[in-house]
């Protein structure tokens, strides 16, 4: 199965912008649905956006990130991003990048769902400050 690698993450002031990435093992993500998760101490892991298929770039945001976040893929299908715009100190987290079934992402009861998803990276910290 694919391998996954996140990079990117650091500290940025209110308002600031960073971008993700999620290397894969592999040269492309063409058989999997792809994700950004977060998670903070004491809440639960949350989507951060989806993308499917991941060759196509079709995109999925919750309501949390929907217009100030973007999923995309590079043109060798091998790396995944997550460009985070006009960042909030609640989106401080440990960010995930994950890998789930093709399948995953047409459900949308599903997509966001963490538990859907059986590949995952190390993480990357991202920190927002007031």
């Known amino acids: 199965q694919v391998k996954l690698v996140e990079s990117g993450g650091g500290s940025v002031e209110a308002g600031g912008s960073l971008r993700l990435s999620c290397a894969a093992s592999?040269?492309?993500?063409?058989?999997?649905?792809v994700a950004w998760f977060r998670q903070t101490p004491g809440k639960e892991r949350e989507a951060g956006a989806v993308l499917y298929p991941p060759r196509r770039g079709v995109p999925f945001y919750p309501d949390s990130t929907r217009g100030r976040f973007t999923i995309s893929q590079d043109n060798a299908e091998d790396t995944v991003y997550l460009q985070m715009d006009r960042l909030e100190p609640k989106d401080t987290a440990m960010y995930y990048c994950?890998?789930?079934?093709?399948?995953?992402?047409?459900?949308?009861?599903?997509?966001?769902?963490?538990?859907?998803?059986?590949?995952w990276g190390q993480g990357t910290q991202v920190t927002v400050s007031s």
């Open positions: 994950a890998a789930a079934p093709e399948i995953v992402c047409l459900r949308v009861d599903d997509r966001y769902r963490p538990a859907m998803y059986t590949i």
């Open positions: 592999e040269s492309h993500y063409s058989r999997y649905c």
